[in-house]
T-cell receptor
Framework: NAGVTQTPKFRVLKTGQSMTLLCAQDMNHEYMYWYRQDPGMGLRLIHYSVGEGTTAKGEVPDGYNVSRLKKQNFLLGLESAAPSQTSVYFC?????????????FGNGTRLTVT | GNSVTQMEGPVTLSEEAFLTINCTYTATGYPSLFWYVQYPGEGLQLLLKATKADDKGSNKGFEATYRKETTSFHLEKGSVQVSDSAVYFCALSGEGDGGFKTIFGAGTRLFVKA
């Protein structure tokens, strides 16, 4: 089972460039999330989606946009990259049914902005 | 809102030592509680969970008990191995913030020496 797949795995951008990170899940999960992980700061929620066509802001949404055009995909866009966006980005998903279930994570995208 | 506090690391132990990583939380209602583990270069993966008071989650020799009276969910293992070296995250998901979000602690890095 593929689970949650993130592409690309690594990327280097220059300040001001744009890029899109792709997350795909094959578990038919309703909820999808984008987190960033920085040393000493744990995971911080950027944006999330509770269903196809819906998105919402998390703790640190500035400088990022997202789209959920298909249930299985959740895209994270950086319109104009800044060095402060150097981080490891994780996508996660979970089932929306019933009580509060666990998250399933991808293996991350390591982004460096120079 | 909901929050999670876990002990700072790093924690360094010798093989076969006893492990405790403390975690306390603040939440409305009755959240679900989780421990996730992150091995180098990978995403987070669920280690164990508990969904109601006095539940004990267990997996791979790790255990944690949901203590509502002390709002705690401490992770324990009786005899650690070198292969347990990783970063451990305590997390909760509950009514606060609409029930959609999972809140993470800052993570505790564990080093186990042979």
């Amino acid at each position: 089972n593929a689970g949650v797949t993130q592409t690309p795995k690594f990327r280097v951008l220059k300040t001001g460039q744009s890029m899109t990170l792709l997350c795909a899940q094959d578990m038919n999960h309703e909820y999808m999330y984008w987190y960033r992980q920085d040393p000493g700061m744990g995971l911080r929620l950027i944006h999330y989606s509770v269903g196809e066509g819906t998105t919402a802001k998390g703790e640190v949404p500035d400088g990022y946009n997202v789209s959920r055009l298909k249930k299985q995909n959740f895209l994270l866009g950086l319109e104009s990259a800044a060095p402060s966006q150097t981080s490891v980005y994780f996508c996660a998903s979970r089932d929306g049914q019933g009580n509060y279930g666990p998250l399933h994570f991808g293996n991350g995208t390591r982004l460096t902005v120079t | 809102g909901n929050s999670v506090t876990q002990m700072e690391g790093p924690v360094t132990l010798s093989e076969e030592a006893f492990l405790t990583i403390n975690c306390t939380y603040t939440a409305t209602g009755y959240p679900s509680l989780f421990w996730y583990v992150q091995y180098p270069g990978e995403g987070l993966q669920l280690l164990l969970k508990a969904t109601k008071a006095d539940d004990k989650g267990s997996n791979k020799g790790f255990e944690a008990t949901y203590r509502k009276e002390t709002t705690s969910f401490h992770l324990e293992k009786g005899s650690v191995q070198v292969s347990d070296s990783a970063v451990y995250f305590c997390a909760l998901s509950g009514e606060g913030d609409g029930g959609f979000k999972t809140i993470f602690g800052a993570g505790t890095r564990l080093f186990v020496k042979a």
